[in-house]
């Protein structure tokens, strides 16, 4: 349904209507979901383009949430090439990291790092502050999967006194239990608990059920690693309640 909503608005938007008459220009939504008029800047078509390539943006999320990767591209690459033409940056920034997160899931790790950093840099001429903790979240994540932990650890440290900033939990807890995981791993156990507990607190405070599974089954793993073998148990067992609550089969093959 959404995809059909957005493919008419793609077809309205890029017809254009009421370019070449006194018709009003469409209004566009804020960041804080307002709404307001479009500032032309070369011709009255400028937020019919905006919309167009709001329309693509949109409907890469869909399709790639559908799985179907090819369609999502198409849709991010269109929008991309609107956004350039019209020099608007942040929204060149937002197609970016669309396509970062399609070549992350396909297993393209050089392209998605490529991506991200494109995106960094645009998110931070912008100012968005948002963009630049997604990015750079987004990258310690390239850099743990390369196993670069200090680059991961040296990313992750620009990215959460951003996220506290901004107050960006989702993001925030993330990047916690992702430092929580690299001190695990070089038996930095303290470390490793201390952020660990931090990110499951986050997410239990703002909901996150998937994430506090995760988190649950990580720190459950570096109490093992500790000897502490009964908080280990405990933490699993907390976990597999979550995913068969959640009744998530891909997460409960890995509890």
């Not at 006194?22 to 307001?36: A, K, Q, V």
């Not at 167009?52 to 799985?67: D, K, M, P, Y």
């Not at 198409?74 to 929204?91: M, P, V, W």
Request: charged share 25%; aromatic share 8%; hydrophobic share 35%.
């Amino acid at each position: 349904a959404a995809r059909t909503q957005l493919e008419r608005v793609l077809t309205l938007a890029a017809a254009r209507p009421g370019t070449s008459s006194n018709h009003p220009e469409p209004m566009l939504e804020t960041e804080d979901g307002g709404r307001s008029w479009a500032e032309p800047v070369a011709g009255t078509g400028r937020c019919w383009r905006q919309l167009e390539a709001n329309s693509h943006r949109c409907l890469g999320v869909v399709c790639w949430h559908l799985g179907d990767n090819a369609s999502a591209k198409n849709h991010y690459r269109q929008a991309l090439r609107i956004c350039r033409q019209t020099e608007d940056r942040r929204c060149q920034a937002t197609a970016i990291n669309g396509l970062c997160v399609i070549a992350w899931s396909e297993k393209s790790p050089a392209e998605a790092w490529a991506n991200f950093e494109q995106a960094l840099r645009l998110h931070e001429e912008v100012g968005y502050r948002r963009g630049q903790c997604r990015a750079l979240s987004n990258l310690g994540d390239v850099a743990i999967y390369w196993g670069d932990y200090a680059e991961a650890k040296r990313l992750f440290a620009q990215c959460l006194p951003l996220c506290r900033e901004i107050n960006e939990p989702w993001i925030e807890s993330g990047v916690l239990n992702n430092l929580g995981i690299i001190a695990d791993r070089f038996g930095a156990y303290p470390e490793a608990l201390t952020r660990l507990h931090q990110a499951l607190d986050m997410r239990r405070e703002i909901g996150d059920r998937q994430g506090e599974a995760e988190g649950l089954s990580v720190l459950g793993l570096a109490y093992h690693h500790m000897g502490d073998n009964e908080s280990s148990l405990d933490c699993g067992e907390q976990s597999l309640r979550i995913i068969r609550d959640l009744r998530d089969p891909f997460m409960l093959a890995f509890v």
